[in-house]
């Protein structure tokens, strides 16, 4: 009913860039929080970044000062730009939302993932 599709991933090197979108569809009331969550290799997968609707936002510890997530309600998509990438981020990221759908029930939906592999 509801979809969530990731794009931005690649390959990039040790301080560069990349901007990650989310991009819901489907039968879509309203969307509560959206965020972005990473699984790195051997690692569990641990929340990057959410904003909810009150526009307040959760940072990793790791990614404060680096990464910015936004949101255009709008378009139903949620941003992460993230910059000074390290090898350390390297792993696949996945979209989050939670949402109220067309018939008035709320739902927690992930995306299938895009990977990031930052590397010289």
């Known amino acids: 009913q509801v979809q969530l599709v990731e794009s931005g991933g690649g390959l990039v090197q040790p301080g560069g860039s990349l901007r990650l979108s989310c991009a819901a569809s489907g039968s879509i009331f309203r969307i509560d929080a959206m965020g972005w969550y990473r699984q790195a290799p051997g690692k569990e997968r641990e929340l990057v970044a959410n904003?909810?609707?009150?526009?307040?936002?959760n940072y990793a510890d790791s990614v404060k000062g680096r990464f910015t997530i936004s949101r255009d309600n709008a378009k139903n998509t949620v941003y992460l730009q993230m910059n000074s990438l390290k090898p350390e981020d390297t792993g696949v990221y996945y979209c989050n939302a939670d949402v109220w759908t067309g018939r008035i029930v709320l739902m927690n939906y992930w995306g299938k993932g895009t990977l990031v592999t930052v590397s010289s």
């Open positions: 904003i909810h609707n009150d526009n307040s936002i």
